[in-house]
């Protein structure tokens, strides 16, 4: 077995973090830790197991000899053993240091130009950029100090050790839960599901409702339609039935004012017998109402239930205003509050404050420790409705924060874009454009022209274009985009197109095919299904600039595909990739214009966000012609009359669509239902028609086949799964048949219906329901019914789902928002990104005094994402 070094450095790092944080405390707070003798003898075995050198593995069994009994030891001693074996470690890092350098996580900070303050520099030549910081280690990260340096643009850059210039209080908060008192490795399990993994995490995690348990009313004054929160002892606790038969499960409590029913209708009996029995004191929270049929008796359907310890007098939970946190299976509320309140208590007063003190003066804002408890576990003098609300004066604070950082990170990006150089100066004259224009059998609409203006424009600057191309579906990006490639190709250069799938790229290849051929322009099609000796050739072609558009999916950007000449690349995203492409070309050397084209329209505040550093062009404006597609909300006891409208549609000589919706979990399930619908279709309600079967299991040359049939109108309906959700383009069809329009997502929905209505026939786009369905699920479909608008339906879906959902972490290129809302906080948000801009124009490189610990704060904030951010 060879010795793998860095894998070994690897664990020793990982052991003495929680060592280092707990030589930092005093004796008193040594007891905190829990269960570091059980993780520590796991990791130095660990590294035993991986066979270092013989005096290394002496000393690793002597660092773990130390660790017996330490759990049980008294504070005094666990601190000397722990500064034995930090010495242990620290003799065995420099020691593989002296031979190797151990990667340190360098950052790379723009240099000033030329005249500006802040001296230093190494004279190696790079594009200014953010600090390049690695992932945490763990899942999917880089190795460690992986720093990405583009060619030299006339800009230095420094390098700075990110491993010094982080403060103290960063380390403390990065330590484990586990080793916290009151949690231990099962409790740890649990609060990962919240997302709580170290001492920050459960910091930011906020309480998503506060209580008023200064004065509980009593069960006699409780108010029916209204959210009550009270007190009382558990009289009856027990399943029974309705007189219908249907199971219940029913808690009475009761006061000395009189009594209220809990009722559950979906639970798991041994568990609610076991833990709630009669004798005990609750804390119930929910919606108060009557029951004509028992009486008129209060009720509370599915409460939140909080036990109350009789003996005890808990301040914590009773007798203030209380904060209720989110909720996970085997960790109740008073549990999490306790271990909350602890890390408060612990941990607050080191919170680093960022934000510049001038800036918290001049904006009135709360100093980061007073935030964080106040936002916990809020005073007495607190306003309710501002707490639930998330309007608090401890709520501005934090939200602020994250969105100042969230900017500041985009202010940089899009003040290193400004710097760069262009690369590639266009020296055509639109000839090509021009030629293709000719042969269109339709006029650009006005919106379309001025967006193109905007690219020339763009494409006429001493800077690199980096373009946000919105429009809702059918708008004509596609052409507008094609347009803008031959200019590129006129002046001698390579141009290509990235699309989401596999599908969408073919049908950009058909498209683009056809109507440039006789231009004289050389088209290619390179996906991840093309192998071989054709892949080989295609490969030779665009390395050597025989070809002039290349088209493909995210093929185009791996390893061993290189252009001669590259200067323009297209993104058709649909929020699935984007950032990540531009940012990967850019790694590989290739400085491209670029124009990320959006399927989907963005609301304005994500694109605000999202796309903070990118120019941005909207094709407000449909082509002439253009009828509105009717949307009708259909269910299954009304599928004949769905069935008559396409039947009339198809003996008119138009086409079809049915779609099945195909989710991970259930695809072969779901594939099975979409053959059995292909087949009832052809054999029992269109038998006069032919009907294809689209699906992602099909092999690309039969996917295309089928497509191509479809086109051409050998083929009158397809039944497929949602890979028709971008990139089709049949004008001819005029019909789609949604099923289980419930299962799919608003803007997917949006995405589907756009494939019809592409003609001057009347579209219908049927939505086929299935209950039960969630109340998310009837406001996706009912927007869907209400508006043709792109724009307001991505308002209405980001309203629905929230911002993190809405893009998808993997997607959005950017620090996670645990506190702020994009919607609720708009103000906030402008606010931030006006001083964060502001802050940058001033001090572009962060290198203030009065800045360190917002560099520092930007940094750990934006680290995770930076392969994401990384573009210009």
């Known amino acids: 077995m060879v010795f793998d070094r860095d894998r070994f450095i690897e664990?020793?790092?990982?052991?003495?973090?929680?060592?280092?944080?707990?030589?930092?405390?005093?004796?008193?707070?040594?007891?905190?830790?829990?269960?570091?003798?059980?993780?520590?003898?796991?990791?130095?075995?660990?590294?035993?197991?991986?066979?270092?050198?013989?005096?290394?593995?002496?000393?690793?069994?002597?660092?773990?000899?130390?660790?017996?009994?330490?759990?049980?030891?008294?504070?005094?001693?666990?601190?000397?053993?722990?500064?034995?074996?930090?010495?242990?470690?620290?003799?065995?890092?420099?020691?593989?240091?002296?031979?190797?350098?151990?990667?340190?996580?360098?950052?790379a900070v723009p240099s000033p130009a030329p005249g500006e303050g802040v001296g230093g520099g190494n004279g190696k030549t790079a594009m200014p950029s953010l600090p390049t910081i690695p992932h945490r280690s763990g899942r999917n990260a880089p190795a460690s100090g992986q720093a990405i340096e583009p060619p030299a643009a006339g800009h230095a850059a420094r390098r700075i050790d990110a491993s010094t210039a982080s403060p103290p209080s960063s380390e403390i908060f990065s330590q484990s839960m586990q080793f916290i008192k009151g949690v231990g490795p099962n409790r740890a399990q649990m609060l990962q599901r919240?997302?709580?993994?170290?001492?920050?995490?459960?910091?930011?995690?906020?309480?998503?409702?506060?209580e008023d348990r200064t004065n509980l009313k009593l069960i006699r004054n409780l108010e029916v339609g209204r959210q009550e929160t009270f007190a009382g002892m558990i009289l009856v606790s027990g399943s029974s039935r309705t007189g219908r038969g249907r199971r219940l499960y029913e808690i009475i409590v009761g006061d000395a004012t009189g009594t209220l029913r809990c009722l559950w209708f979906q639970f798991h009996e041994t568990y609610m017998r076991q833990r709630y029995r009669t004798g005990q004191r609750l804390i119930v929270t929910g919606e108060v109402r009557i029951n004509p049929y028992s009486g008129h008796r209060k009720e509370v359907h599915h409460p939140d239930l909080e036990i109350i310890d009789a003996e005890e007098h808990e301040p914590l939970h009773v007798g203030r205003i209380v904060p209720v946190y989110p909720a996970t299976e085997g960790l109740h509320q008073k549990t999490l509050r306790t271990v909350i309140k602890r890390i408060v208590d612990e941990f607050a007063d080191q919170a680093p404050d960022c934000l510049p003190p001038a800036l918290r003066e001049r904006l009135q804002l709360l100093g980061a420790p007073q935030a964080l408890r106040e936002v916990h576990f809020p005073s007495a003098a607190a306003d309710l409705e501002a707490l639930n609300h998330w309007s608090s004066e401890a709520h501005r604070r934090l939200v602020f924060e994250e969105f100042f950082l969230l900017e500041l990170g985009l202010a940089l990006r899009q003040r290193e874009t400004s710097l760069e150089e262009r690369a590639v100066a266009y020296g055509g004259t639109g000839v090509l454009a021009e030629r293709l224009r000719a042969r269109l059998p339709f006029r650009l609409t006005t919106a379309q022209e001025r967006v193109l203006a905007e690219i020339g424009?763009?494409?006429?600057?001493?800077?690199?274009?980096?373009?946000?191309?919105?429009?809702?579906?059918?708008?004509?990006?596609?052409?507008?985009?094609?347009l803008a490639m031959l200019l590129a190709i006129e002046s001698g250069f390579q141009a290509a197109i990235m699309a989401p799938t596999e599908i969408l790229a073919e049908q950009h290849y058909r498209t683009m095919q056809d109507l440039v051929q006789t231009l004289g322009v050389r088209v290619v099609l390179l996906t991840s299904g093309i192998k071989g000796r054709r892949r080989r050739e295609l490969l030779e072609t665009i390395a050597a600039g025989d070809v002039d558009l290349i088209v493909g999916t995210h093929t185009l950007i791996q390893e061993g595909v290189e252009f001669k000449a590259l200067a323009l690349a297209v993104i058709d995203e649909q929020h699935r990739f984007g950032v990540l492409q531009r940012a990967t070309l850019k790694r590989k050397g290739y400085y491209p214009d670029v124009l990320v084209m959006t399927a989907t329209p963005i609301p304005r505040t994500l694109a605000m966000t999202v796309y903070g550093d990118l120019d941005v062009s909207i094709i407000d404006e449909l082509p002439s012609g253009r009828l509105p597609v009717i949307t009708r909300l259909c269910y299954d006891n009304r599928r004949g009359e769905s069935y008559d409208l396409m039947r009339g549609a198809l003996r008119q000589g138009r086409q079809v669509y049915v779609v099945y919706p195909l989710i991970e979990e259930s695809e072969k399930m779901d594939l099975r239902a979409a053959t059995a619908m292909a087949e009832q279709l052809q054999h029992e309600v269109f038998p006069e028609f032919r009907i294809g079967l689209l699906h992602g299991r099909l092999k690309s040359d039969e996917k295309e086949q089928i497509m191509r049939d479809f086109s051409a109108g050998c083929l009158q309906v397809l039944v497929s799964t949602t890979i028709v959700e971008v990139g089709v383009d049949v004008p001819n069809a005029s019909v789609m048949l949604v099923e289980h329009a419930e299962r799919f997502g608003l803007a997917q929905l949006h995405q589907l219906r756009g494939r019809v209505g592409r003609s001057h026939h009347q579209a219908y786009c049927l939505l086929m329901a299935n209950f039960p369905m969630s109340e998310e699920a009837k406001q996706r479909l009912q927007a869907l019914t209400e508006s043709h608008d792109g724009f307001v339906i991505a308002e209405r879906d980001l309203d629905i789902r929230g911002p993190g959902e809405f893009l998808g972490t993997r997607q959005s290129g950017l620090p996670e928002l645990r506190v702020a809302h994009l919607i609720h906080d708009q103000r906030i948000l402008a606010e931030a990104r006006r001083e964060a801009f502001a802050l940058v124009a001033g001090d572009p490189y962060l290198a203030l005094p009065e800045h360190a610990a917002l560099r520092q704060a930007l940094i750990h904030r934006w680290q995770q994402k930076f392969e994401l951010m990384y573009v210009g």
Not at 195 to 209: C, N, Q, S, V
Not at 457 to 469: D, I, S, V
């Open 11 to 107: 664990i020793l790092q990982q052991t003495r973090r929680p060592l280092q944080f707990a030589a930092r405390q005093n004796v008193g707070k040594i007891a905190v830790l829990q269960d570091l003798e059980v993780r520590l003898r796991e990791w130095l075995e660990a590294a035993m197991a991986l066979q270092p050198p013989t005096d290394m593995a002496a000393s690793l069994e002597a660092c773990r000899r130390l660790f017996a009994g330490f759990d049980q030891a008294d504070p005094s001693t666990k601190l000397r053993v722990i500064t034995t074996a930090l010495s242990h470690l620290d003799h065995l890092l420099a020691r593989l240091e002296s031979h190797a350098a151990v990667p340190r996580d360098p950052v």
């Open 194 to 210: 919240l997302g709580i993994e170290t001492i920050g995490d459960a910091l930011a995690l906020l309480p998503r409702r506060y």
């Open 457 to 482: 424009e763009n494409l006429r600057r001493p800077h690199p274009m980096n373009r946000l191309l919105q429009g809702d579906v059918g708008s004509g990006k596609t052409i507008v985009a094609l």
